[in-house]
């Protein structure tokens, strides 16, 4: 039985942020190369982002390449930033079918040149459309984009574009990344590891998280509708006790 039914539209999450973990394992299991892992995960990202849309999510941020994936076999790394290119070139007819605006963040002009340009192309050629903002986490650190943030703050601040005491987490927000969206409300991970591996740190203080034991590949929009209903079934306190959300 299929669950959308049972997502409840009028309080869905704004920002589902998604660590797509365990190609390489799913690959391995059927004695295939670790890049076969890879090319088959680009569906489950067509299913997440089709099936988002058609909700009614705001935000889709997906975490496609940490900094510290550089230290991954050359072969690999290679074939990621290959599979970059043909994805982002293959995709943006579909993406601007369904009104999805491409973005990225992360230390994008550290990419190889091609990877760079075909991000960059996919970014200006869907940039006019509105239902959806589908976000790639590429050469991305949080605690890289925390310190950057800091780096471009303390240059205000010495510039006198603003003043120290009225730093506050609402203008020290205003230099991450992520400035034009909202917090995740929702992160799923999948390949059953329960970490966040330097991924919005600043952003998740309050993000609800959801672990599921498959690996990437195989994600459907069955799974991300069961992880939206478990999402709806909690109680988001933010710090304060149940009788005060009721009240």
């Not at 999450?13 to 690959?27: E, K, L, S, T």
């Not at 890049?35 to 988002?52: D, L, P, Q, T």
């Not at 070139?89 to 040149?113: F, V, W, Y």
Request: aromatic fraction near 8%.
């Amino acid at each position: 039985m299929n669950s959308e039914s049972q997502v409840d539209k009028t309080r869905l999450p704004r920002h589902i942020a998604v660590i797509m973990d365990g190609n390489g394992r799913w690959a391995k299991a059927k004695g295939q190369p670790r890049v076969f892992g890879h090319k088959n995960g680009v569906k489950a990202v067509r299913e997440i982002s089709e099936a988002s849309a058609e909700l009614g999510i705001e935000y889709v941020t997906l975490y496609a390449f940490s900094t510290e994936n550089w230290n991954r076999p050359k072969l690999e790394v290679n074939a990621l930033m290959t599979l970059l290119v043909e994805t982002v070139r293959r995709e943006i007819a579909t993406m601007n079918k369904n009104n999805i605006r491409l973005n990225a963040i992360g230390e994008l002009d550290k990419l190889p040149g091609k990877s760079f340009k075909a991000l960059l192309d996919g970014i200006e050629e869907t940039k006019n459309n509105s239902r959806m903002t589908l976000t790639l986490a590429l050469n991305y650190s949080a605690r890289w984009e925390i310190v950057e943030a800091a780096k471009r703050l303390s240059k205000d601040v010495k510039d006198e574009k603003v003043q120290t005491e009225n730093i506050n987490e609402e203008i020290f927000s205003q230099y991450l990344s992520t400035h034009n969206m909202p917090d995740p409300e929702l992160m799923i991970r999948t390949s059953g590891e329960q970490r966040i591996s330097n991924y919005l740190l600043w952003q998740m203080a309050y993000t609800e998280f959801c672990f599921l034991d498959i690996f990437w590949p195989d994600f459907t929009r069955e799974h991300l509708y069961k992880a939206i209903i478990d999402f709806q079934s909690r109680e988001r306190r933010f710090g304060k006790t149940s009788e005060q959300i009721i009240s």
